[in-house]
């Protein structure tokens, strides 16, 4: 079964210490994403990548930090300086990089992980 | 910069036809998407409109869009409870890469 996953569904951390969320996906997909949702709001985007070893930063890229080794995983670590990091996290894939038509647009969605730091 | 709005809810009763709005500022889009998000989970495509189009129909689903506006919107016909969710609307950005612009969500509840 192809699909986007994301582990753990809730994590608990206390306040100061760093979490990396994982993302992985079997779709051959390109490009990859980072969500935040928070509660009764859109989804912000943290981070993208579209290449291996390359990615860019999305509207709120601070206190988070990711990376892009291998083409099905891209973990974001939320930091300590992340002054908000409770939310529900939402990592997203789309086959076509770079590509043109429809699908090049279209995001898959892992099932999230929600953090609670407290 | 690109914004996209949708009001925050919407009530129906079961069978009735829910109609959720949706509108955008980025004239250059290409394709407007709209997902659903049931709780606690991640978000699915339902369908998407080329920005050519006027409509797009599928099932229950009918598309519009009215490029002159920038509006778009998302009928449901025959409301069903399994339907209660939230809606997001997308627009494909405008710029280099394959970035989706998204709103804030519309929840959708159905009444029995």
């Known amino acids: 079964d192809g699909g986007i996953t994301q582990s753990p569904k809730y994590l608990f951390r206390k306040e100061g210490q760093n979490v990396t969320l994982s993302c992985e996906q079997n779709?051959?997909?390109?490009?990859m994403y980072w969500y935040r949702q928070d509660p009764g709001q859109g989804l912000r985007l943290i981070y993208y990548?579209?290449?291996?070893?390359?990615?860019q930063k999305g509207d709120i890229a601070e206190g988070y930090s990711v990376s892009r080794e291998k083409k099905e995983s891209f973990p974001l670590t939320v930091t300590s300086a992340q002054k908000n990091p409770t939310a529900f996290y939402l990592c997203?894939?789309?086959?076509?990089?770079?590509?043109?038509?429809?699908?090049?647009?279209?995001?898959?969605f892992g099932p999230g992980t929600r953090l609670t730091v407290t | 910069g690109e914004d996209v709005e949708q009001s925050l809810f919407l009530s129906v009763r079961e069978g009735d036809s829910s109609v959720i709005n949706c509108t955008y500022t980025?004239?250059?889009?290409?394709?407007l998407y709209w997902y659903k998000q049931e709780p606690g989970a991640g978000l699915q495509l339902l369908t998407y409109i080329f920005s050519n189009m006027d409509m797009k129909q599928d099932q229950r689903l009918t598309v519009l869009l009215n490029k002159k506006d920038k509006h778009l919107s998302l009928r449901i016909a025959d409301t069903q409870t399994g339907d209660s969710a939230i809606y997001f609307c997308a627009e494909s950005m405008g710029n280099a890469g394959n970035m989706l612009t998204f709103g804030g969500g519309t929840r959708l509840m159905v009444k029995p």
């Open positions: 990548s579209q290449i291996v070893n390359d990615f």
């Open positions: 997203a894939s789309s086959p076509y990089g770079l590509a043109g038509g429809p699908l090049r647009y279209e995001q898959y």
């Open positions: 779709l051959n997909h390109d490009a």
């Open positions: 980025d004239s250059s889009s290409t394709y």
